[in-house]
């Protein structure tokens, strides 16, 4: 079953510090990635998007889902996933955005 509840989700602030300070990096055209290998079993997702880098709420809103979207359907090993917005991120159209996604996800589960 995909789905996106909370056990998918990196929900506090321990959870957080610990994948900024234990993390490997993936750095694309949109956004930089932070992971780092769990016990858990399955992935967990983490969303940093800043008013800075996403300036109108209704596009970060946008991307969330997006992001939140392409990660229940991509079957992911166990990995605590951050994910920040660069400056100026996600202005492409959605097919781009959601192949560019894709390839993300295939890269981190060669990992």
């Not at 996106?4 to 959870?15: P, V």
């Not at 605590?80 to 955005?97: C, E, W």
Request: with cysteine; net charge positive; glycine share 4%.
């Amino acid at each position: 079953m995909y789905c996106f509840d909370k056990s998918r989700r990196l929900l506090n602030k321990s959870d957080y510090d610990c994948v900024f300070n234990e993390s490997r990096k993936i750095i694309t055209p949109n956004f930089v990635v932070l992971y780092k290998k769990n016990v858990l079993g399955h992935a967990r997702l983490g969303l940093a998007l800043s008013k800075k880098s996403i300036s109108k709420a209704h596009d970060r809103n946008r991307v969330k889902r997006l992001l939140r979207e392409t990660f229940r359907t991509a079957s992911l090993p166990a990995f605590d996933i951050i994910i920040l917005a660069k400056l100026g991120a996600f202005k492409r159209q959605h097919s781009l955005t959601v192949a560019k996604l894709g390839e993300l996800w295939d890269n981190l589960c060669e990992k």
